[in-house]
Nanobody, 115 residues
Framework: QVQLVESGGGYVQAGESLRLSCAAS????????LYWYRQAPGKQREWVAT???????NALSSVKGRFTISRDNAKNTVYLQMNSLKPEDTAVYYC?????????WGQGTQVTVSS
């Protein structure tokens, strides 16, 4: 049974930082690409960042230079370090994995950035 559990969200002021974590179980973690998405109120869910099984990364242009995705295969955990947060980063953040063409999502963690 695949489970993804996010944590680390919160309420911060603009310019501050948060680190999100997503602990995975029920998958062969090290061989999977991992993703962070977010969904702001009234908007569609959007992709934020990817880390491949080999450690390659990519990120949404609006967060490049501020957000960093990383993984710890020994802990079956993927992280999203978010610096210089802006009010427009306010959203529920989800981690995501695709295993054998099945999509799995965590329950999400709320990030609220106040101006």
């Amino acid at each position: 049974q695949v489970q993804l559990v996010e944590s680390g969200g919160g309420y911060v002021q603009a310019g501050e930082s948060l680190r999100l974590s997503c602990a995975a179980s029920g998958i062969d973690f090290s061989i999977n690409h991992l993703y962070w998405y977010r969904q702001a109120p009234g908007k569609q869910r959007e992709w934020v960042a990817t880390i491949t099984s080999g450690g390659g990364t990519n990120a949404l242009s609006s967060v490049k230079g501020r957000f960093t995705i990383s993984r710890d295969n020994a802990k079956n955990t993927v992280y999203l370090q978010m610096n210089s947060l802006k009010p427009e980063d306010t959203a529920v953040y989800y981690c995501h994995v695709n295993v054998n063409f099945r999509e799995f999502w965590g329950q999400g963690t709320q990030v609220t950035v106040s101006s």
